[in-house]
């Protein structure tokens, strides 16, 4: 299990354990953080899951694969470290993962 911390656009702070397989796109569901679509309900097939990976957690996320970065081309205000949340599964080593919220979604 890992602690993942969600902060929105404008600063609110949703702290959320998050089981092991899971992604995080679930978790913010599951947890009712606002600005999470998810629309596509987690099938990389639409870009409604955006978040931002804080800079100290990049290299653990590691980088977004061929098809998450062509649904990355329909988010909004796309950044270095943009990513759909629904691509990145939950482990242990995400223990402490911090994730920004977008203003909006695509």
């Keep these: 299990m890992a602690k993942i911390t969600f902060v929105t656009f404008d600063g609110v702070r949703f702290d959320t354990d998050a089981e092991n397989g899971s992604t995080v796109m679930e978790n913010a569901i599951r947890n009712a953080v606002p600005g999470i679509d998810a ?40 950044r270095p470290s943009s990513r759909l949340s629904c691509q990145i599964r939950v482990s242990d080593e995400l223990d402490g993962l911090v994730v920004h919220v977008p203003e909006r979604q695509a």
């Design 39 to 78: 629309e596509c309900g987690g099938a990389c097939a639409c870009a409604t899951c955006h978040v931002y990976i804080d800079d100290a957690w990049k290299d653990v996320t590691g980088e977004p694969e061929a098809m998450e970065e062509d649904m990355l081309d329909f988010a909004y205000d796309v």
